[in-house]
């Protein structure tokens, strides 16, 4: 008996004595999510674009709302604090979006034009950055910088959600946050017409010491992916993917991320999974919020802290 | 060759994913269990896996590359999937003090091999099932895992050696 055979027939006793639930129909249920993808990549495919940009995958985005975190279920939004402020910055701090009365009817998918699949890649379609997605306004300086919590980051996500026209409530938060490294938050923000679960997340880009992915290399774990840098030096990606099953339901989950990485390093990360109404070009006007950093406005931490509750997590 | 395959009627393919979406789903989730140590997470990526292959049938099925293909969609899927869940979680590198796992049955007092599995970094632990449960090569743990063969081969003996320390015993690989 070799090393190897030794260890793996350990494992397989160990295994033979748990019970693990029934595996049921996966063959089938895989088979139909297949299916799903495979008409997503087509209807991506005849969409046609130009200039792909290549890009790569910083991995998959699946299952993210079947393990994401749950927290607290008070309701959040602006309704629920009142009137939370609109920028933590001073005076001098860039003013406020305008906020956007109606949803972006643009469909998140259509929004961004595609080339046909990689031949390289073919499972993950290569698009593009829309022209119209400029750089962050440029910010201004804080009067009594502050580490940014999760309650901080759950307090602007909403702000920007329903400043993008997306007007609803926020529910079922958790967060997280370490000091000069991150800072994160998930939550699930009803609309009027439909529902989803959105996690944005800030963090220190430099410090892993790579540079930030501005292109999409082929990889198999997503179904479409555009990367471009900006005219400011910001690095932007955009994904998409199928998801998996949420825990004891058979509805899968589409996910998608745009992240951004700003010239100071701050890397802006927004998920939303469940099939989520918000168009790609919302997702956007969330992260290149020139309000995110991993150092608030003192008040508007403060503020956060005291509306955002209940609160799991870090 | 790719391109003989592209045009596969649809019923082919289903009946050719299905025949090894049955033959191999059972195996696929005790792989993805020994990495993740949960059932039904361990069903999540074995279905991803599963359905992403059916979505690249034409191009990995003929060549045998199936297996692999779905093996390293549970592996980096899972890698992947402990990325984003780090955020909320914050694990350690470092191995706990106590040995024994949450759950376990007070009169066992020893550490089983797949709870130890449970308490190394997710990485040392896709080697290890890679390396020893699949029985793949140092050169294709390396390709799964984008990793070099010589980071393969130090992950191995750091996580055989993190294995000995908390079985307490001589683990023999």
Known sequence: MTSEESFHDRIEDELAGLRPPPIGEIAGDALAQGRRIRRRQRALGVAGGTAAVAGVAAGALALGGVFGSGGGGAPVGPGAWGAAPTSQHSSAATPTPTPTPTPDPTPAYPSTPTPPPNSSSPNTVIGTIPASWKPPAADGHLSDPTNTDGQSVAELLIDDLSQIGSGGSGSAFSGSSLAGMNANATLTWTMPHGSVRISASVSDGAADGKTPQSQCLPAFEMDYCAAATLSDGSVVMVQHNSGGYAAGSSQSTHNTMVMITRPDHAAINVVEWSDGPLTDDQLYKIVSDPRWGLKMDGSFVTHADKVVRPFSGG | ?173
């Open chain 2, 1 to 173: 060759m790719r391109g003989k395959r592209v045009g596969v009627d649809q019923a082919v393919r289903d009946r050719e994913f299905t025949e090894f979406a049955v033959a191999r789903a059972e195996h696929l989730r005790r792989t993805a269990y020994l990495m993740c140590g949960d059932w039904h997470r361990a069903q999540d990526l074995t279905q991803i896996a599963l359905a992403k292959a059916y979505a690249a049938w034409h191009r990995i099925h003929g060549d045998g590359g199936v297996d692999a293909y779905v093996r390293q969609i549970v592996v980096r899927e899972f890698l992947s999937q402990q990325r984003r869940r780090s955020w909320h979680e914050r694990p350690s590198d470092e191995l706990p003090e106590q040995g024994l796992a949450g759950g376990q049955e007070q009169a066992d007092l020893r550490l089983s091999l797949l709870a130890a599995l449970e308490r190394l970094s997710p990485k040392r632990r896709a080697v290890v099932v890679l390396r020893y449960w699949e029985d793949r090569s140092v050169e294709e743990t390396a390709a799964v895992l984008r990793m070099s063969r010589s980071a393969v081969k130090s992950a191995s003996l750091r996580a055989l050696a993190d294995l000995r320390v908390l079985l307490g015993e001589d683990l023999t690989v």
